[in-house]
């Protein structure tokens, strides 16, 4: 089965993941903007990082048949700064125009500092300034469900955003519902360690069908696994769901959250 991994940071993973994600039926993947593992120091920084997002990963996932679609921000973990989030805000418009570039993301809350709400509003004004669709990142563990309702609360409370144009990500069971009942798309994130395992992801679909949701791996330099969509493939099926299901999961839905992306200049392989 053909999937799209919706969010995985490839810069952080070596060419045989490529590889690996192609054997595996992977055919397209959207890499959000993300920490570096370190605070970065100037807005030059950041330029180089979406050069590499919007010239090199292209060209790496293209030699194993994979389409790469990318997004662009300065990550909450760096939020704390605010003067370099507002150069870096400033400088992503160079970039929007990029063949690759899906909108602005991964955008969100790490710790619901004030300064995070700030810079994640500023965010919010250039994606309705320039019409791009948003990528969220909620918080981890015991920050999550306070930073999920910020989030929504923020995003809600401007009736400027087009709920159906957002992706709210690494949604778990006390965060999917109010995110599917704002109107937004959820992504359920599948990490060996923390967010949720294939079962619980499987768990969640049974309880809440298949319309605006994803699943993703959010691959990355630390404990996380690039093909775990293909394990959510495999528990679903094994729980007997229909092939049409997991497809809609795995392929459609994100082929139908990301064309809303003038940008999303997808080949399906089978056309």
């Not at 990550?75 to 899906?102: G, H, Q, W, Y």
Request: glycine share 6%; aromatic share 10%.
């Amino acid at each position: 089965m053909y999937f799209v991994d919706p969010h995985i940071h490839m810069v952080s993973r070596t060419t045989d993941d490529y590889e690996t994600l192609a054997k595996m039926g992977c055919v397209a993947l959207s890499e959000p903007a993300f920490w570096a593992g370190f605070d970065r120091g100037s807005v030059e920084s950041f330029r180089d990082y979406f050069r590499q997002l919007t010239e090199f990963e292209p060209k790496r996932a293209a030699q194993y048949g994979i389409q790469h679609f990318t997004w662009l921000c300065i990550n909450a973990k760096e939020a704390e700064n605010v003067a370099l989030s507002r150069e870096v805000i400033a400088m992503i418009p160079e970039f929007l125009d990029r063949p690759n570039v899906l909108g602005i993301g991964e955008i969100g809350l790490n710790k619901n500092t004030r300064n995070e709400a700030t810079i994640f509003l500023e965010h919010v004004e250039l994606a309705i300034a320039q019409h791009q669709q948003i990528l969220i990142h909620t918080p981890h563990l015991e920050d999550k469900f306070q930073g999920t309702r910020m989030i929504l609360d923020m995003l809600c409370g401007d009736s400027r955003v087009q709920r159906h144009r957002v992706l709210v990500d690494h949604v778990e069971e006390h965060t999917i519902g109010p995110v599917l009942d704002a109107g937004f798309w959820a992504g359920m994130t599948l990490y060996p360690v923390t967010k949720c395992t294939p079962g619980r992801a499987a768990d969640m679909i049974e309880r809440y069908g298949c319309e605006r949701l994803m699943a993703n791996s959010a691959g990355d330099w630390g404990p996380s696994k690039p093909t775990a969509v293909p394990d959510l493939i495999l528990e679903l099926r094994r729980r007997g769901h229909k092939e049409s299901a997991i497809r809609q999961v795995v392929y459609e839905n994100p082929r139908k959250f990301f064309s809303q992306s003038k940008h999303f200049n997808f080949v399906a392989p089978d056309a």
